[in-house]
């Protein structure tokens, strides 16, 4: 179940049906820094989930805080080797 309601509001929330779990969207986000020796194992494992999982992912985001190695090189090429941008 999920709960709607305005921040602010003296109305009382109000039930919105929910999806199914399995029908739900969702995003990745993997926070790194110096992660050159760990990152291209990290999106490997993403990509070897099943289909049914891949198709409910919107997307993957990779916050890099300025890693000064070669953080942003590997992902550049696994995206690259997998037709992703």
Known sequence: MVLKFRPGSSQP???VPS????D????????CYKSESTI?????????QEEAV??????VVIADDVSPD?????C???GNANGRP
């Not at 999806?19 to 399995?22: P, S």
């Not at 739900?24 to 926070?31: G, L, S």
């Not at 291209?40 to 070897?48: P, Q, R, S």
């Not at 891949?54 to 997307?59: E, G, I, K, N």
């Open 40 to 48: 291209a194992e990290t999106l490997a494992g993403i990509m070897e």
């Open 54 to 59: 891949l198709q409910r992912v919107v997307c």
């Open 13 to 15: 929330a109000t039930r």
């Open 24 to 31: 739900r969207k969702f995003a990745i986000t993997i926070p």
């Open 19 to 22: 999806q199914k779990m399995q």
């Open 76 to 78: 550049g090429a696994f």
């Open 70 to 74: 070669g953080t942003l090189m590997w």
